[in-house]
């Protein structure tokens, strides 16, 4: 673990081999009482690749904490689920940080916003294919409306098995463990019965079955602590509950 930014709080963890969590506190405020945190997850491999921009006005504490690991220029594919501030709310910054990075999308996301907001060609994922960035793997999923935006899909990254799934399980609190082996599933849905982010629950059951599918072994929170252990039964518990 590396404190990258003693004022802000923001840290990075190396939670499996050659993938990075970057994490940026929100204290405790009145909307939020237990505080929250905005994550990044950097895949560093001959293509390294962002999955999750931030919000602009966090730009310069993610990238002095990618380039605590590598240099940030080198950057080749920034991703993320859906358009929205803290998902891709920083892709010009990053394209202008990192001159040969492409922005890396479903084909509703390059449709709707990155064809028109990235001023660079993106390249477009069909729905299940798969990419080498080097030694490492990743698979696109289509998820529309997962949790919301008809733009929505995940990436996973094959050899670790890890899935980068955004919103599907934010938790609470300004300090989380960057990584945990108990329940998320039970802060999750404390989150979303105090804010509803799920635009239509039982639709979104069988995409999350669908990803539960792909066996991972580590599931990448972009708000809260990830999750290591049985990660297809612990998105099949979510899957469940919303299809209730």
């Known amino acids: 673990m590396a404190i990258t930014s003693s004022q802000a709080g923001t840290r990075i963890d190396e939670i499996a081999a050659g993938i990075y969590r970057i ?63 803290d998902e891709s709310g920083a892709l010009v910054e990053w394209l202008a940080a990192a001159p040969h990075a492409t922005p890396l999308c479903g084909r509703i996301g390059a449709m709707l916003s990155v064809e028109d907001a990235a001023g660079r060609a993106p390249r477009v994922l069909a729905d299940g294919e798969t990419m080498a960035l080097g030694q490492k793997r990743v698979r696109w999923f289509d998820t529309p409306h997962v949790p919301h935006g008809w733009d929505a899909g995940y990436l996973s990254e094959t050899t670790t098995r890890t899935l980068f799934c955004g919103d599907l399980f934010t938790q609470a609190g300004a300090d989380p463990a960057p990584v945990v082996e108990s329940d998320i599933v039970a802060p999750s849905e404390a989150m979303r019965a105090a804010m509803d982010y799920y635009s239509n629950p039982r639709a979104a059951a069988a995409q999350v079955e669908r990803l539960a599918n792909s066996e991972p072994e580590l599931l990448a929170c972009m708000h809260g602590s990830s999750y290591r252990g049985n990660g297809a039964a612990t998105l099949r518990s979510l899957a469940k509950i919303l299809s209730a």
Do not use: C
Not at 57 to 68: E, K, N, Q
């Open 23 to 85: 994490s940026t506190p929100v204290p405790p405020n009145p909307a939020l009482p237990a505080g929250f945190t905005f994550n990044q997850f950097l895949v560093v491999d001959d293509e390294p690749l962002l999955f999750h921009t931030g919000m602009r006005r966090i730009f310069p504490l993610v990238r002095d904490a990618v380039a605590s690991v590598m240099p940030v220029e080198k950057l080749r594919w920034v991703s993320f689920s859906h358009l929205e501030a």
